[in-house]
């Protein structure tokens, strides 16, 4: 999703309520472009800040919750990697104004696959952020 079409889905949010699932749709596109320097860095790229300002206005415009979920590719600091960049997330989204309260973060390593691969290229696919709603 280029830039334009991030301001444009910008745009669209305010000027329709949209439904939980068309939220969460909005939300999963996000989120697949928020990005790090590199698979092992802490360091967000610079475009993934004005991804993370569109997914915050998302967020403030209801009361609910949401958990920051972050997975790993790689087994090697799975753990501590993925919880790190989970909370990292979660601080930039209260720098940005979306109470405490309303959000949780966890790291979930490289227990929650979503594709079982042989290659490097497909398995970075598992690499990835996730916000969710809390029912």
Do not use: P, W
């Not at 889905?9 to 939220?23: D, E, H, N, S």
């Amino acid at each position: 999703m280029k830039i334009e079409n991030l301001k444009l889905t910008i745009v669209l949010l305010f000027l329709f309520r949209l439904t939980y699932a068309q939220k969460n749709d909005i939300l999963d596109k996000l989120c697949h472009k928020v990005r790090f320097l590199n698979s092992k860095s802490l360091v967000l790229e610079k475009n993934s800040h004005l991804v993370l300002d569109s997914i915050c206005n998302i967020i403030k415009k209801d009361s609910l919750n949401y958990i920051v979920e972050s997975h790993s590719a790689t087994m090697q600091n799975a753990i501590e990697k993925t919880k790190n960049r989970a909370e990292l997330l979660r601080k930039e989204l209260i720098k940005r104004g979306v109470k405490k309260s309303r959000l949780n973060s966890i790291g979930h390593g490289v227990s929650k696959r979503k594709f079982i691969c042989t290659t490097r290229v497909c398995n970075m696919q598992n690499e990835r952020i996730e916000i969710k709603r809390i029912d």
